[in-house]
């Protein structure tokens, strides 16, 4: 399936992105305006030429969390001659948190100085 000029609302929550997908068959899409697009969960996976974004949207709809699988991934797929493992990027994200650098709501970090409200 292919989407051309479909307009994909922001999710008001991570829940109702899954329902979304589901009730307009985003889970099969796979190209959106020449942008390769897995519809996953509570996220969405992008390619852009050799560039992979992979993400999920936060509680209430936030675009802008992160994970440490998600992070590690990026840095796999984008930046392979630059070595770290997933656990490293873990212990780093909950070193910020526990430092006050980050907060996190039940699965995501943010950045409090540039949190989308």
């Known amino acids: 399936m ?8 922001l999710p008001e929550s991570n829940r109702a992105w899954s329902f979304y997908c589901a009730a ?3 889970h099969e899409a796979r190209e959106l ?8 969960g509570y ?3 992008l390619k852009i ?19 440490s699988w998600r992070l590690w991934s990026f840095q796999a797929d984008n930046c392979p001659i630059m070595e770290c ?5 873990k212990d780093w994200l ?15 970090y943010y950045d409090p100085r540039r949190r989308a409200s």
């Open 2 to 9: 292919e989407l051309v000029n479909k307009a994909i609302p």
């Open 24 to 26: 307009n068959g985003l």
């Open 33 to 40: 305006n020449g942008i390769g697009i897995y519809a996953h």
């Open 43 to 45: 996220g969405v996976e």
């Open 49 to 67: 030429n050799d560039l992979v974004i992979d993400f999920d949207w936060g509680d209430n709809g936030e675009p802008d969390g992160f994970d």
């Open 85 to 89: 493992s997933h656990n490293a990027v």
């Open 94 to 108: 909950e070193l910020a948190f526990n430092d006050g650098e980050l907060i996190k709501d039940s699965s995501l």
